[in-house]
């Protein structure tokens, strides 16, 4: 039996299974400070006995193996989380192997592997919800770099002048365009806007915009939307129609239906691909 933990900025959802598809049983969890929501996570993995656990987490966070603070979240990207370095609590609470990754580049393995993203191998997995995270895979391996991609902090346009919510870089993509910023700017939450309402139609925009540089940069096969912001099923077409007008052609595509699309494991892309690194975990490039 295996174990999966998908740590997220506003909330956690851990599982045991036998395999990557077969959850026996999960709980949901608020990411609250960090002593209650660890507390919570390893009193759920104790009733369990697990021969390893994979934990896609938020970050920023150090995932470099060979380095002394490997785990360490190293920003206040969610209060009170800053100087906490999960790696090491997992392993001091949880008595398994414990595989580490971010949110995102777990996510992207669960698609790559069981959802939309199989027989891609340039796999580019992007969420839109509490902030904005982008896992990129290449045949099947995360790309970290130096550290770990931050592609939710690029500066886009602001053709509107609204002011961003990113606590560190202001009016970056995640500061525009994500679920806190639409609810900022529209003064209520997502799921209360009406499909109709302008919010949509700016959002959308904002969205292709960081899509442009997404794909300007690194070419991919397909680019999966996911998160709490694409709920609203309609800002597919939406984006894709933002998407088109910016390229202009410039380089052939693939038909954007196919390049920009849903997940296929719909919410569960996360905690699957948590699963699947620690049935296994695949290398990082």
């Not at 870089?169 to 910023?181: I, K, N, R, Y």
């Not at 296929?264 to 699957?272: E, R």
């Amino acid at each position: 039996m295996i174990g999966g933990a998908e740590l997220g900025g506003t909330k956690c959802i851990l599982a045991v299974a036998k395999s990557p598809t077969e959850i026996i049983e999960r709980k949901i969890i608020s990411t609250k400070r960090p002593e209650y929501t660890l507390a919570e996570i390893f009193k759920f993995f104790n009733n369990f006995e697990i021969e390893s656990l994979g934990v896609g987490t938020f970050g920023p966070i150090n995932i470099d193996k060979k380095s002394k603070e490997y785990g360490l979240l190293v920003s206040e990207s969610k209060e009170g989380w800053q100087g906490v370095n999960i790696f090491s609590e997992f392993s001091k609470n949880i008595n398994t192997k414990i595989s580490l990754d971010t949110d995102v580049n777990a996510a992207a393995l669960g698609e790559y592997f069981y959802g939309s993203g199989k027989n891609c191998d340039n796999l580019i997995y992007v969420t839109i919800g509490t902030g904005i995270g982008v896992g990129v895979l290449v045949n099947g391996k995360s790309y970290t770099g130096n550290f770990h991609l931050e592609v939710g902090h690029i500066p886009i346009p602001n053709p509107d002048q609204v002011s961003g919510v990113c606590k560190i870089h202001g009016e970056c993509w995640e500061g525009l365009a994500s679920g806190p910023a639409l609810e900022r700017r529209w003064k209520m939450q997502g799921s209360e806007i009406p499909e109709s309402h302008i919010a949509w139609e700016k959002e959308s925009q904002l969205i292709a915009y960081g899509l442009i540089s997404i794909v300007a940069n690194h070419s991919p096969d397909k680019i999966i939307l996911g998160g709490g912001v694409m709920k609203q099923s309609h800002l597919y077409s939406k984006i894709r129609s933002h998407f088109k007008k910016m390229w202009n052609n410039y380089t052939p595509l693939v038909d954007l239906t196919d390049l920009i699309s849903k997940p296929g494991l719909g919410p569960d892309s996360g905690i699957i691909g948590s699963l699947i690194l620690a049935d296994g975990e695949p290398a990082q490039i």
